[in-house]
């Protein structure tokens, strides 16, 4: 990359000060107006580079092209990332550091020395010696998932808006909001987008390219009990509480849950439970790469809330799914060029393409059945959602090399 000037660092360490925490309690879009705060510094800042169309909408969604530089006709290509942080870990006066030059000491986070970044928690550090690496200070997340995404794609707008030498057809930039809560693309204008392919930046290891993710479903199960008068409630009430604490009790505890599986093993997993006399809930989030087997595992929910009523006559209950995202391998796989575009920009970058799966989603997940195909790309994000978040900034440039090898890989595809 001739000519580059890197940004990534200043751009994420200004990005991560402004909170875009997002709220899963919020029936808004965005579910939090706070996100609009980065969204609207994003599209100055694009503008000032000469993105003359950068622009935010209603819906929290910025929307943006970098012009082409040919006649030929070729594929519009995307990059993608979100602005949102993950509501699990706060967000609020994130103070990002800078440890430049970093020779493999254990991190101590200065406003929380128990909060310490090591090699032994985090092995992929052992992979990082020598390079700039960003955290926060101990109290917040650092917000590298996914502003170090933001940061590499300010990065290639800048690069190749300075660099129109560069043969390519147009590029698509797309900011998305609630990512975190599964609401990323829920408002997005695909025929506004009008794209062919792209590719989201909101992966981990340097090398890694993610084309299948998690098919999801979240579920929900709701016991009916049946009141009575505490003083008169013998042979009459049943509590919908307890039924519902005696079906938690029948879920595996060693397997078929998230902290005992890994690799392609799926999981259903509780994460909200409510409830009074008369009606008690339990909220889960189903996954498997399988889409097929979702459908064996609400089956296997439903056999053991019948268990649990019939422990408790006059009982009942009602079971919903409802779809979240699917496993975009489905659709990549009928597009093999996207992948392989990547795999030759990853080669070109100096990499060896390790192509990983993602136990979880991105927006490219529901993106790729919205019609545009969309894999994951590497940031360098690690120990994400938590306080012990951190990021190397050369493996955010060495992100912008590849988006830039991409563009690059695509207009060359196009036209051989």
């Not at 919020?26 to 980065?38: A, N």
């Not at 998690?214 to 929900?220: I, K, M, P, V, W």
Request: aromatic letters at 8%.
């Amino acid at each position: 990359m001739n000519n580059y000037h890197s940004t990534v660092a200043e751009r994420l360490m200004r990005y991560v000060q402004i909170d875009t925490t997002a709220d899963p309690n919020s029936e808004t879009q965005p579910s939090s107006m706070k996100q609009k705060d980065l969204s609207n510094l994003l599209v100055q800042e694009l503008l000032g580079m000469g993105v003359i169309d950068a622009e935010l909408d209603e819906f929290g969604y910025v929307y943006a092209t970098i012009p082409a530089t040919t006649d030929k006709k070729l594929p519009t290509i995307c990059f993608c990332s979100h602005v949102d942080t993950a509501p699990d870990c706060s967000g609020t006066n994130v103070k990002p550091i800078l440890h430049k030059n970093w020779q493999g000491t254990d991190i101590v986070l200065p406003d929380d020395e128990s909060i310490i970044i090591s090699t032994k928690n985090h092995p992929y550090l052992l992979q990082r010696i020598g390079d700039d690496i960003i955290t926060a200070s101990g109290l917040t997340l650092l917000g590298a998932d996914d502003k170090a995404g933001l940061a590499i794609i300010m990065d290639l707008a800048k690069y190749l808006m300075e660099n129109l030498s560069i043969a390519h057809g147009k590029v698509r930039i797309l900011f998305t909001p609630d990512e975190e809560i599964g609401r990323g693309v829920a408002k997005v204008d695909m025929a506004k987008l009008g794209a062919d392919f792209g590719y989201t930046l909101d992966g981990g290891d340097r090398g890694h390219l993610e084309g299948e993710s998690f098919s999801a479903d979240a579920c929900t199960i709701i016991f009916q009990g049946i009141s009575a008068h505490p003083g008169y409630a013998k042979n009459k009430m049943v509590n919908a509480q307890k039924v519902a604490a005696y079906f938690m009790t029948l879920l595996p505890s060693d397997t078929w849950c998230p902290e005992q599986t890994e690799g392609y093993e799926g999981f259903v997993h509780p994460v909200h439970m409510e409830g009074e006399l008369e009606e008690a809930k339990v909220q889960f989030i189903v996954r498997d790469f399988e889409t097929a087997k979702l459908t064996e595992y609400k089956s296997k929910l439903g056999d053991l809330a019948k268990q649990a009523i019939s422990k408790f006559p006059g009982a009942t209950y009602t079971l919903s799914v409802q779809e979240q995202y699917r496993n975009m391998r489905e659709i990549l796989e009928q597009h093999p060029h996207v992948m392989a575009i990547a795999k030759e920009a990853y080669i070109k970058s100096g990499l060896n393409p390790e192509i990983k799966n993602i136990r979880g989603g991105t927006d490219g997940s529901r993106l790729s059945f919205m019609g545009l195909p969309c894999p994951n790309i590497f940031t360098g994000e690690m120990g994400i959602h938590s306080k012990q978040e951190y990021v190397s900034v050369q493996d955010m440039e060495k992100a912008v090399e590849v988006c830039v090898n991409v563009v690059r890989q695509a207009h060359h595809d196009a036209v051989a």
